[in-house]
């Protein structure tokens, strides 16, 4: 059995059902809230292209323009080229919203994104991954979008709310991880151990820094390939003077590469791999693109 929640869905009603606990009603509410951010007009779902710039000047499709990856003054930059009544704009920074006429370059930062080009609805991200740049293309009326339905996911359950203890590193440390593609690997930062237990027996594993002192904890588990995607991520709470903290699989999440073949998202660090079925947190999402399509 699983649950399920339309992207429209209006708030929990919680007289529906007298028996919902306070955990699953929290957690409906955050559900909800994760679908309507997956679901935006320009999120995960509506990438239809990636493709990596080199020095040969290429098209992408449907759109008009020609981009290209050029070194300029020592430093690698992202190149696009149009005429000003091919209609592509910029469409960040002071500039947004003015034609693009003839060359204009723009940088990121590693790991780091720009949402460059507009045409219409539908925009040109710029990525820097592993020193190479690439563009994706960002589409509202893109396939996985319109039919987009919700997440399902397991049920909720205190089982999966588990205790933990949080060891820091002696410093952060730089470890290399394989990608959702086969051509590029990253580097993440390693910032400590988070250990817990599961029916009497103890795992730990590797932990990343969060937002707001939460660390991120990338895993693999017995469920994925057959219930859930290759991979998920939870966010676990702010650890505590003492390093006690709470890791919530109930909230483990699909990353991109769940929803689209165009994401680059980074593995778990060798050795996050949990023998056992995490029965809880986002199943795999259906799709209408790709492999895993019907």
């Known amino acids: 059995m699983t649950i399920a929640h339309d992207v429209s869905a209006p708030q929990i009603d919680r007289s529906a059902d007298e028996h919902t606990t306070d955990l699953e009603a929290a957690w409906k509410r955050w559900h909800i809230s994760r679908q ?103 589409d509202p009326q893109g396939p996985e979008r319109a039919a987009f339905k919700g997440i399902p996911a397991f049920p909720v359950s205190e089982a999966w709310q588990l205790p933990a203890t949080f060891t820091a590193l002696d410093a952060p440390r730089a470890v290399s991880v394989d990608t959702a593609r086969d051509d590029l690997r990253q580097d993440v930062t390693a910032v400590g151990i988070v250990s817990f237990e599961v029916d009497g027996r103890q795992y730990s594993l590797t932990a990343t820094r969060g ?41 483990a999440v699909n990353l991109p590469l769940a929803f689209t073949d165009f994401g680059t998202c980074p593995a778990p660090v060798p050795g996050n791999d949990l023998p056992l079925a995490v029965t809880a947190g986002e199943l795999a999402p259906l799709r209408v693109t790709g492999p895993a399509a019907p």
Not at 85 to 93: H, Q, Y
Not at 112 to 124: A, D, F, K, Q, T
Not at 227 to 235: G, K, L, S, Y
Request: charged letters at 25%; hydrophobic letters at 45%; proline letters at 5%.
């Open 211 to 251: 937002p707001d002192d939460r660390l991120f904890v990338s895993f693999r588990d017995l469920t994925n390939g057959t219930q859930t995607a290759p991979w998920r991520v939870v966010a676990t709470s702010a650890p505590g003077d003492d390093g006690s903290l709470v890791i919530d699989f109930n909230r």
């Open 36 to 138: 309507r951010d997956l679901a935006v007009s320009h999120g995960w779902l509506s990438l239809t292209h990636f493709r990596w710039l080199d020095d040969s000047p290429a098209a992408l499709p449907g759109l008009p323009g020609a981009y290209s990856a050029q070194r300029r003054d020592g430093a690698t930059v992202a190149v696009a080229f149009a005429d000003v009544s091919d209609g592509l704009r910029l469409a960040a920074g002071p500039q947004a919203g003015e034609a693009v006429h003839g060359e204009i370059t723009a940088e990121v930062a590693e790991a780091g994104s720009l949402l460059w080009l507009r045409h219409e609805e539908v925009l040109v991200e710029l990525v820097l991954r592993g020193g190479r740049y690439a563009v994706r293309v960002r």
